[in-house]
Nanobody, 130 residues
Framework: LVQLEESGGGAVQAGGSLILSCQTS????????MAWFRQIPGGRRQGLAA???????SYADSVKGRFTISKDRAKNTLYLRMDNLKVEDTAMYYC????????????????????????WGRGTQVTVSS
């Protein structure tokens, strides 16, 4: 059974930091492209950051320089460190896996569109207050 489970969300003041975690099981995430997305109610699911088999990363312009994606293969865990959080970062955050493509170079966009990802977690809420 393929599972992705996010944790680490919560409430934080603007300028603060959070680290999200995504525990994976049921598949070899070593060969997958992993990514973080976020979505606000009524909005589209936005790709934020992705990391591939070789450790290459890509970021959306809105989070570049503030968010860092990483993974610990031994722990089957994906991370998203979020610094200098802004009110507009408030959203539900999801991790996802594309188990078909292993490298970011196979996508046409810097951060792959959600349509490419076949496994998703249920999300963790991040709320940033002013």
């Amino acid at each position: 059974l393929v599972q992705l489970e996010e944790s680490g969300g919560g409430a934080v003041q603007a300028g603060g930091s959070l680290i999200l975690s995504c525990q994976t099981s049921g598949f070899e995430d070593v060969g997958a492209v992993m990514a973080w997305f976020r979505q606000i109610p009524g909005g589209r699911r936005q790709g934020l950051a992705a990391i591939d088999r070789d450790g290459a990363t890509s970021y959306a312009d809105s989070v570049k320089g503030r968010f860092t994606i990483s993974k610990d293969r031994a722990k089957n865990t994906l991370y998203l460190r979020m610094d200098n959080l802004k009110v507009e970062d408030t959203a539900m955050y999801y991790c996802a896996a594309d188990r078909i493509r292993a490298l970011l170079k196979y996508y046409s966009d810097p951060v792959p569109d959600k349509i490419n990802f076949d496994a998703w977690g249920r999300g963790t809420q991040v709320t940033v207050s002013s």
